[in-house]
């Protein structure tokens, strides 16, 4: 049995970057952060870009026609999309 370091633990039960603006949307603090430039403005267009992702992904549509649909849907380039799905499922 080899014995995890705290770090080690830490790291492995890390939010997403999805998981913690979602948490961070239900706490009283929320938009305080926002006028104050803490969180970014544009994190909270990344998690509405990325839960559509994940509601088109849920169809059954092919990879590349989610990311189509999604790019389509908000006006931005298909890489943008891979973008954001990576940002948020980091």
């Not at 999805?18 to 990344?46: G, H, N, T, V």
Request: proline content about 1%; glycine content about 2%; aromatic content about 12%.
């Amino acid at each position: 049995m080899v014995n995890e370091s705290k770090e080690e633990k830490k790291f492995k039960n890390q939010m997403t970057n999805y998981e913690l603006i979602s948490a961070l949307q239900r706490m009283d603090c929320f938009s305080q952060l926002l006028i104050k430039a803490i969180l970014p403005m544009y994190w909270i267009d990344y998690k509405v870009i990325y839960e559509f992702y994940c509601q088109e992904k849920s169809k059954d549509l092919g990879h590349s026609q989610v990311v189509t649909n999604t790019a389509e849907e908000y006006g931005i380039s298909e890489k943008h999309v891979y973008k954001i799905k990576k940002r948020m499922e980091s």
